[in-house]
């Protein structure tokens, strides 16, 4: 159990995706029991990117992905989870196929196509006419197994479509 925490801060050294160096500020609560430090509780983080994002994802926006860092909806684990432990699921009603979770995700799980012609006729037909609307194009998570919870696509989404969902142990 927790028994205590105090404002702390450090200096994270770091190689942008563009390869460059650079430094930030992190500032958080140092929690404690006695003496032991438990964890790091990070405020949003603006350079809390994993470096290679460009690499992994062509179409990665840092720009983009940065403001999503930031946003203090962020959910998720902070790129910590292991690869599958967690799954974006894309609400297809909500879902105008804009591309901000393409440009976001480190590592490149999403792709935006044409929506499934099986897919599409389950829909209502108000929601089939909107999706018509914006050229039946959609979000789809070819790479879902790659997703390490960074919670940017989130956020990042306008149409707020996109939900983090925890892989249950069978
Ligand atoms: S899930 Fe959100 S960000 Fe991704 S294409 Fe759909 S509306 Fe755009
Ligand atoms: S939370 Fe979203 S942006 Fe982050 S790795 Fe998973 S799918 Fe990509």
Redesign the pocket.
Known sequence: MRSGGKMASAVLRYVSPEGALGESKMVGVLHTEGSTPLSYRRKANMDDIPPGASRTNPAFDVAKARRAAGDSRRPGEQCRAEPAQFQ?E??RK?????????V?CPYGV?E?RTIDEGEYRALPLMIRLKIRVHGK???YTPRADACHACGL?VV???????TLVRHESP
């Open positions: 974006p894309v609400n909500r879902c105008e196929g804009k591309s901000e979770c393409v976001v999403f935006v194009q959609t979000a696509c990042a989404c306008p149409e707020r479509a996109i």
